[in-house]
């Protein structure tokens, strides 16, 4: 096993993907969504305290009037200096300006987290890629439908675009 990269926080961004109320509700493997919240919040709480960006990303039903009940971010989730973003596609980059606000920042680096593994997240990832982001993959701050959804994603497509690790190995150099 290689060595876990230390990543700059001035120029790393913590991405979480649509963790609302009713996302994290759906039956998930190969974690429940409650599994994923938990993993998403130490990792948010980690990034926050080393001053590194945390995104948190939602999506929201275009042409509707008024959006599914559980369409906001789980409660507590948001805090002062997040950045909200909230997308009309699968993937976060589409239509949103996320890429100016993170080159704004200087960010070079996005970590991953979120639901649905397959969809949501790796939508947001592969688009980060061909914008030229390094990525790292919180592979237990995620879950999908199926456990094989997750599994590919996370064994065949992520490794192809950058590091797939567990959440405690995601490291922030101390300022």
């Given at each position: 096993m290689t060595a876990a990269p230390v990543l700059d926080p001035q120029r790393t961004a913590l991405v979480l993907v649509d963790l609302m109320d009713r996302v994290v509700a759906l039956p998930l493997e190969p974690r429940k969504g409650s599994e994923v919240l938990a993993c998403a919040?130490?990792?948010?709480?980690?990034?926050?305290?080393?001053?590194?960006?945390?995104?948190?990303?939602?999506?929201?039903?275009?042409?509707v009037a008024e959006q599914p009940p559980g369409s906001g971010l789980v409660a507590g989730l948001l805090r002062d200096g997040d950045l909200e973003v909230v997308k009309r596609t699968l993937g976060a980059f589409q239509g949103t300006g996320l890429d100016g606000r993170l080159r704004d920042r200087g960010i070079t680096t996005l970590v991953f987290g979120g639901i649905a593994t397959n969809l949501g997240v790796e939508s947001t990832a592969r688009a980060a890629a061909d914008l030229g982001y390094d990525l790292v993959f919180a592979e237990d701050a995620m879950a999908a439908l199926t456990a094989a959804e997750h599994e590919a994603s996370v064994r065949l497509d992520f490794p192809r675009l950058g590091t797939v690790m567990t959440a405690s190995r995601v490291r922030l150099a101390a300022d």
């Amino acid at each position: 096993m290689t060595a876990a990269p230390v990543l700059d926080p001035q120029r790393t961004a913590l991405v979480l993907v649509d963790l609302m109320d009713r996302v994290v509700a759906l039956p998930l493997e190969p974690r429940k969504g409650s599994e994923v919240l938990a993993c998403a919040e130490e990792l948010a709480t980690a990034f926050r305290r080393a001053g590194a960006l945390v995104v948190l990303v939602r999506v929201e039903r275009p042409a509707v009037a008024e959006q599914p009940p559980g369409s906001g971010l789980v409660a507590g989730l948001l805090r002062d200096g997040d950045l909200e973003v909230v997308k009309r596609t699968l993937g976060a980059f589409q239509g949103t300006g996320l890429d100016g606000r993170l080159r704004d920042r200087g960010i070079t680096t996005l970590v991953f987290g979120g639901i649905a593994t397959n969809l949501g997240v790796e939508s947001t990832a592969r688009a980060a890629a061909d914008l030229g982001y390094d990525l790292v993959f919180a592979e237990d701050a995620m879950a999908a439908l199926t456990a094989a959804e997750h599994e590919a994603s996370v064994r065949l497509d992520f490794p192809r675009l950058g590091t797939v690790m567990t959440a405690s190995r995601v490291r922030l150099a101390a300022d």
